[in-house]
């Protein structure tokens, strides 16, 4: 149903662990985003990438570091996360312009033990 | 002050009722507003882009206030299926990313 698929849908980890989330988008967008979602908070933008470059970072820690081969694929390396890093991450992308809608993943729950 | 404010609800409303809600926005050079609605544990979807003159989609209207700096949405005879998160979205000048609201819970009651 979705243009925008993540994987893994869930994931546990420890603190110690290194783990990378992928995301992937088949609508043919140039531009694609990292957002985080914490309960009861609103979405917190983490990245944005266009045409492969990243143009926006927005303050986040360096234990996420993304990552964009290419336009249809974005991923999210973890390392060394905290519990309070428990979260859903949400992947999305949109064609490229400032006024386009964005079409969000099914997300990934991650809880950090 | 937060960028973007919902009142957080819940909205328990019985079938067939009409509700709105209302958002306010910080920042007054804010280009593009959006209502999305996010079931439970799901992603946020698209419900309707709102426009400086109004818009209707089926049950769901949505208006934009400029000089308040409010948008708000109202959907009629309200549907069990309408049950969700309500998020208001907005996106500043120039800049690619979406501002969201905490959202609005809406429970439809049967």
């Known amino acids: 149903e979705t243009g925008v698929t993540q994987t893994p849908r869930h994931l546990v980890m420890g603190m110690t662990n290194k783990k990378s989330l992928k995301c992937e988008q088949h609508?043919?967008?140039?531009?694609m985003y990292w957002y985080k979602q914490s309960a009861k908070k609103p979405l917190e933008l983490m990245f944005v990438y266009s045409l492969e470059e990243r143009v926006e970072n927005n303050s986040v820690p360096s234990r996420f570091s993304p990552e964009c081969p290419n336009s249809s694929h974005l991923f999210l390396h973890l390392h060394t996360l905290q519990p309070e890093d428990s979260a859903l991450y949400l992947c999305?992308?949109?064609?490229?312009?400032?006024?386009?809608?964005?079409?969000f993943g099914p997300g990934t729950r991650l809880t950090v033990l | 002050r937060k960028e973007v404010e919902q009142d957080p609800g819940p909205f328990n409303v019985p079938e067939g009722a009409t509700v709105a809600f209302n958002c306010t926005y910080s920042n007054s050079a804010s280009q593009s507003f959006f209502w999305y609605r996010q079931d439970c544990r799901k992603e946020p979807k698209l419900l309707m882009s709102?426009?400086?003159s109004g818009n209707e989609d089926g049950r769901f209207t949505a208006q934009l206030n400029r000089a308040s700096q409010y948008i708000s949405l109202l959907i009629r005879d309200s549907k069990l299926s309408d049950s969700a998160t309500y998020l208001c979205?907005?996106?500043?000048?120039?800049?690619?990313?979406?501002?969201f609201g905490s959202g609005t819970r809406l429970q439809v009651q049967p």
């Open positions: 999305a992308s949109s064609p490229q312009g400032s006024t386009d809608t964005q079409y």
């Open positions: 709102v426009y400086s």
């Open positions: 609508l043919g967008h140039n531009a």
């Open positions: 979205v907005v996106r500043g000048t120039g800049r690619r990313a979406l501002t």
